[in-house]
């Protein structure tokens, strides 16, 4: 009896019925699927005939229970640098059992194969399944506007965290293998490496160059539909007046709202919440400033607003987000100068058909709490952001400026804007 | 950019490659084909991903404008991946239909004499490499905590 990898089995059991019990029934099924995948290696024992080692058990099962844990509660969207340590743990975790698998079956059939190549062969492993999966969150980002990486920033801090897990986890996997697993378990180990790498090796053997084929297909269908799903951006509505210049003093002004709850308050006009989603669950809001006019095109114009993000109570999230949108052709498809207090991120973005795809950012630190002044200019193709009078960066090429301006939030807490004003040449 | 990139990574990952192969051969180590392939992809995955890391660091440290986006970090890489695969296929190819069996050993010296060095040094002081990447690591992420942020007892910029 495997005490270790039952009780945490049980804990996750123990989480479904709590999150059933409180009504939350996607927490309680994620929970379960972790249930489920904790017991794989019981099913790899059955099905391969040979004993999985207790600590190689212990080990996928800590592992399934971290990452399942976290997302049954949410603990992505309330923690900050979560992500950080969950994600490292399971690269570090791969690391650890592929190289124990690796000497494993290196004992168990007498092969040659020095220590130095098993743990260079682990810890590029363990990189290359870090790099993974940001592929994955990029994908889904893409596709799904699943918001997951969530800056040039976040990809690049998490990329250094799973490296940093992998070297970890390498010098622990050889120091600990001699020690932690006896001759029997090692040659377990090695029997069960052989049985997982005999059905792909076959294959390749086999069918290696129609394996390649179909890989290389997945890969061109992908980037094809990558690039077909940003086709047909809508044209900006006909029968609109030109650009003027204006200082738009709050809802009292001309103004509709695209997306979200928006009102009034001292601080100024506020992206409210007054639903409290889940965290991670936060919507974006849209408000469309002088939705009559038209800015841009030929004629160069510069917007500026003073944003203030609030940050939330630490039960609720830790979203803090704002920014000025232009070239509106509707609520999914615009452009946005964002300013992120949560991830210190200034960031071009283009919104297409709701997806959002990032032109530009630079590192700005600013926190919650705080008033700034964010700034655009946009001539044509050319867009210049700025914030407290700094410029931060320009860009050039970007494409289909002309449209409507507004004020865009997704929020847990509030974002409130002030001194909203658009200057016409 | 990109292309010079992806194109590097070809190179390096075939040389890699080919040197994979023919250490295997001389040193008569346990790598199959297959084997020696996937982990000359993952030689080429790793150093596209350190090419980033190390545009990463020099943005955010020292002020450059080599990552303008999280899309071009994402498609750069994407591109140095295709390029290590194809480079790591290529180099199987290479190494195990046209290359001779004098050049395969010729080949394999050479690995050996270039994988000596560095062997023999973590045998003997493995423990101060570990101890120095550490240190270099810790380094870097305190340079990127810190990039923007008041250092205590030094002003910003």
Redesign the interface.
């Known amino acids: 009896m495997r005490v270790e990898a039952w009780l945490l089995r049980l804990g996750l059991a123990g989480l479904a019925a709590i999150q059933v019990l409180q009504g939350n029934t996607s927490g309680a099924l994620v929970a379960a699927e972790g249930l489920v995948v904790s017991v794989l290696p019981r099913l790899l024992e059955r099905l391969s005939k040979t004993p999985v080692p207790r600590s190689i058990e212990a080990l996928f099962v800590v592992g399934m229970g971290l990452q399942f844990t976290s997302e049954s509660l949410k603990l992505f969207e309330l923690f900050t640098y979560w992500d950080k340590i969950v994600h490292p743990t399971l690269v570090a975790l791969t690391v650890w059992l592929s190289a124990w698998l690796l000497l494993g079956y290196?004992d168990a059939f007498g092969?040659?194969?020095?220590i130095?190549?098993v743990a260079?062969?682990a810890l590029?492993?363990g990189?290359?399944v870090g790099?993974a999966w940001?592929?994955v969150e990029?994908l889904s980002d893409w596709f799904g506007d699943a918001n997951l990486?969530k800056?040039?920033?976040?990809?690049?801090?998490d990329?250094?965290a799973n490296?940093?897990g992998a070297?970890i986890a390498v010098?622990l996997a050889l120091r600990l293998y001699p020690t932690w697993l006896s001759r029997a378990q090692r040659v377990d180990a090695g029997r069960v490496a052989q049985w997982l790498a005999h059905g792909p090796?076959h294959l390749?053997?086999q069918h290696g160059g129609l394996a390649?084929a179909v890989l290389l297909t997945v890969?061109i269908a992908t980037a094809g539909t990558a690039r077909a799903i940003d086709q047909g951006a809508p044209e900006v509505a006909a029968a609109q007046q030109p650009a003027r210049s204006l200082t738009w003093r709050g809802m009292s002004d001309p103004a509709q709202v695209l997306a979200g709850d928006w009102l009034e308050d001292e601080r100024g006009t506020c992206r409210d919440n007054p639903e409290h989603p889940k965290p991670g669950g936060e919507k974006p809001g849209l408000l469309q400033v002088a939705p009559v006019n038209v800015y841009g095109g030929d004629q160069a114009f510069t917007f500026e607003s003073r944003v203030f993000e609030e940050r939330p109570p630490r039960s609720e999230g830790t979203q803090m987000d704002g920014g000025l949108a232009f070239g509106i052709r509707d609520k999914d498809d615009f452009y946005l100068l964002e300013q992120d207090a949560l991830h210190?991120v200034l960031?071009l973005d283009h919104f297409i058909h709701g997806r959002r795809?990032?032109?530009?950012?630079e590192?700005?630190?600013t926190h919650g709490n705080e008033w700034h002044t964010l700034r655009l200019r946009v001539s044509g193709s050319h867009v210049e952001a700025g914030i407290d009078g700094q410029p931060a960066f320009a860009v050039d090429g970007v494409s289909d400026t002309s449209g409507g301006i507004g004020l865009w939030a997704p929020v847990v807490a509030a974002t409130c804007f002030q001194d909203t004003r658009v200057q016409v040449d | 950019m990109r292309v010079i990139e992806a194109g590097l990574t070809l190179v390096v990952v075939q040389l890699a490659g080919l040197l994979l192969l023919a250490y295997r051969d001389r040193r008569s180590v346990y790598l199959p084909d297959q084997l020696a392939a996937l982990m000359t992809m993952l030689m080429g995955f790793a150093f596209a991903m350190l090419w980033e890391l190390v545009a990463f660091i020099l943005d955010w440290v020292a002020s450059t404008d080599l990552q303008p986006s999280n899309m071009d970090t994402m498609l750069n890489l994407l591109a140095c991946d295709v390029a290590a695969v194809l480079g790591a296929v290529l180099a199987t190819s290479v190494y195990c239909r046209a290359l001779s069996t004098k050049r395969q050993m010729r080949l394999g010296a050479l690995a050996v004499w270039l994988s000596d060095g560095p062997s023999r040094m973590l045998d003997e002081h493995g423990f101060a490499i570990t101890l120095t990447c550490a240190l270099l690591v810790t380094v870097a992420v305190a340079e990127l905590w810190f990039a923007g942020r008041p250092v205590p007892g030094f002003p910003i910029g």
């Open positions: 290196r092969k040659r194969l020095p130095h190549l260079a062969f590029l492993l990189m290359t790099a940001e592929y990029f990486q800056s040039n920033a976040d990809t690049m801090t990329l250094i490296d940093i070297f010098l090796s390749l053997e390649g890969f210190d960031r795809r990032d032109v530009r950012e590192l700005v630190r």
